[in-house]
């Protein structure tokens, strides 16, 4: 079992920048592919950033390419989202996932369906 706590989030204006932290329990984080997903008021649940177990691969939404940067930190048991550039877009309240990583192609990573450890989210708030 995993646990997943994020933290980070937070009131900001447009073009900001903010960091999110997903902390994970369990001596197995090194294994899993983590990803963050968000989920705006009104809408589906979508796919933001993710990365495989070693952290040499990573995946990204068309909408938060080249703003958004994820890492892991396996030694720290972490994985973070760096998001530069901020729009209003992107308020919303934002999860970290992740699931044991056996992956042979994309969509395993940035399907929320493959996952199945959930952080409680974290609201991002971006005004304009």
């Known amino acids: 079992q995993v646990q997943l706590v994020e933290s980070g989030g937070g009131l900001v204006q447009t073009g900001d920048s903010l960091e999110l932290n997903c902390a994970a329990s369990?001596?197995?984080?090194?294994?899993?592919?983590m990803g963050w997903f968000r989920q705006a008021p009104g809408k589906e649940r979508e796919f933001v950033a993710a990365i495989n177990w070693s952290g040499d691969k990573t995946y990204y939404a068309d909408s938060v390419k080249g703003r958004f940067t994820i890492s892991r930190d396996n030694a720290e048991n972490k994985v973070s989202l760096q998001m530069n550039r901020l729009k209003a877009d992107d308020t919303a309240v934002y999860y970290c996932?992740?699931?044991?990583?056996?992956?042979?192609?994309?969509?395993?990573?940035?399907?929320?369906?493959?996952?199945?450890?959930w952080g409680q989210g974290t609201q991002v708030t971006v005004s304009s």
């Open positions: 996932a992740g699931h044991r990583d056996q992956c042979t192609g994309s969509g395993c990573y940035t399907r929320a369906v493959y996952y199945n450890f």
């Open positions: 369990g001596r197995t984080f090194s294994a899993y592919a």
